[in-house]
């Protein structure tokens, strides 16, 4: 059981490019989320998913879009990055909803800077 | 608004101390809170999880207190090890329909040899 693994571990863009980054999990989980960490803050939700192809949006999702086409997988994608989005990025999965009485489990993390 | 506050920001101990986690919150409607440690370059991992009608947790050396009226809870941690050195998270679960999470700054504990 591998749990949740991120895909790239680290990454420089420029500003303008574009990115995907993908998670995987092998828990057969429904619900799967994307999350930013910034020096200071809390996590912040990004986009989430309740299960295969849905999506919706978390508490800062512009300038991010995400696609679920597989149970396993939840990617997350930056058409035009800025530098703004430099940031540690984690993705997490959880059978029930996040506010349930139940575990949710993260990745190790992608550390994106956006020059 | 929904807030999450820990305190202190940071903390060093001597290994085989003690040390307790202080974390107030202003949410509502109130699910659950948990404590997540989160070690350098990984992953929150999940410590405890208590609903409004727990008052204490357990995880090893770690307790979780839970003191719904005042809102505020506490993580302590007995005879600290240097792997107990890492980030350690508040996070409180709202209610109802949304679901939602809302994760606390953290306190960065390093224990000392």
């Known amino acids: 059981n591998a749990g949740v693994t991120q895909t790239p571990k680290f990454r420089v863009l420029k500003t303008g490019q574009s990115m995907t980054l993908l998670c995987a999990q092998d828990?057969?989980?429904?619900?799967m989320y994307w999350y930013r960490q910034d020096p200071g803050m809390g996590l912040r939700l990004i986009h989430y998913s309740v299960g295969e192809g849905t999506t919706a949006k978390g508490e800062v999702p512009d300038g991010y879009n995400v696609s679920r086409l597989k149970k396993q997988n939840f990617l997350l994608g930056l058409e035009s990055a800025a530098p703004s989005q430099t940031s540690v990025y984690f993705c997490a999965s959880s059978y029930y909803p996040s506010g349930g009485y139940n575990e949710q489990f993260f990745g190790p993390g992608t550390r994106l800077t956006v020059l | 608004k929904n807030q999450v506050e820990q305190s202190p920001q940071s903390l060093i101990i001597l290994e085989g101390k003690n040390c307790t986690l202080q974390c107030n919150y202003t949410v509502s409607p109130f699910s659950n809170l948990r404590w997540y440690k989160q070690d350098t370059g990984r992953g929150p991992v999940s410590l405890t999880i208590m609903t409004f009608s727990e008052n204490t947790k357990s995880n090893g050396r770690y307790t979780a207190t839970l003191d719904a009226d005042t809102k505020q809870s506490s993580l302590h941690i007995t005879a600290s090890q240097l792997s107990d050195s890492a980030s350690y998270i508040c996070?409180?679960?709202?209610?109802?329909?949304?679901?939602?999470?809302?994760f606390g700054t953290g306190t960065l504990l390093a224990v000392q040899p």
């Open positions: 996070v409180v679960s709202l209610g109802g329909a949304t679901n939602k999470l809302i």
């Open positions: 828990m057969n989980h429904e619900y």
